[in-house]
């Protein structure tokens, strides 16, 4: 079975640095055609993708957030973690892990978020 | 950026129904696209990939098609436990990995 949990803050003040951790088990992030990304989703509002990465340690990040993010691994941990700098209060969301796998459909490689975790609510107030 | 426009963005409609969800991206993005239903207060869940490819254990009233910039997710015969929102995704590696702004399917 394949399970992911989001952890971190609840709180965060405005200029303060988030860190969020993301353990997985089910799976390896050693494994080839795997990954883990992170997407937030607003109180009320839609799905934000925020950043990726995946076994062989390419990264990627939404390029309106890229100067805030930091996506790395520990595959010995199970665990993906995203820092992101200097948060405001629109960045008061619940923040979601999920795996990335990369399958093969009639020769072509797709990428699709599989299995998500939980999420985790963060606010951000002074 | 590239941006992908659902429509309609409110979605009434009745149990056995069948109804059709569009997905419009702002450049061709071939066959690199997903659908995600979201219940309340729950995590997205997977419905289909790469267009038209059902997710595992997903029912077959759940079809997609669609290539290039036009996408639709086709539910055949609502049944009660699909009253929710859907999300269109993006995932061409050479561009960000962007969400439409969702459809939201209400009971009439």
């Known amino acids: 079975q394949i399970t992911l949990k989001e952890s971190g803050p609840t709180l965060v003040k405005p200029t303060q640095t988030l860190t969020l951790t993301c353990t997985f088990s089910?799976?390896?992030?050693?494994?080839?055609?795997?990954?883990v990304g992170w997407i937030r989703q607003p109180p009320g509002k839609a799905l934000e993708w925020l950043a990726l990465i995946y076994w062989n340690d390419d990264k990627r990040y939404s390029p309106s957030l890229k100067s805030r993010l930091t996506i790395t691994k520990d595959t010995s941990k199970n665990q993906v973690v995203l820092t992101m700098t200097n948060m405001d209060p629109v960045d008061t969301a619940t923040y979601y892990c999920?795996?990335?796998?990369?399958?093969?459909?009639?020769?072509?490689?797709?990428?699709?978020?599989?299995?998500w975790g939980q999420g985790t609510m963060v606010t951000v107030s002074s | 950026d590239i941006q992908l426009t659902q429509s309609p963005s409110f979605l009434s409609a009745s149990v056995g129904d069948r109804v059709t969800i569009t997905c419009r991206a702002s450049?061709?993005?071939?066959?690199?696209l997903a659908w995600y239903q979201q219940k309340p207060g729950k995590a997205p869940k997977l419905l289909i990939y790469a267009a038209s490819t059902l997710q595992s254990g997903v029912p077959s009233r759940f079809s997609g098609s669609g290539s290039g910039t036009e996408f639709t997710l086709t539910i055949s015969s609502l049944q009660p436990e699909d009253f929710a929102t859907y999300y269109c995704?993006?995932?061409?590696?050479?561009?960000?990995?962007?969400f439409g702004q969702g459809t939201k399917l209400e009971i009439k």
């Open positions: 995704q993006q995932l061409n590696s050479y561009l960000p990995y962007t």
């Open positions: 999920a795996r990335i796998r990369i399958t093969m459909v009639q020769g072509v490689y797709f990428d699709a978020f599989d299995i």
């Open positions: 089910g799976f390896s992030l050693s494994t080839s055609g795997v990954g």
């Open positions: 450049q061709g993005i071939s066959s690199y």
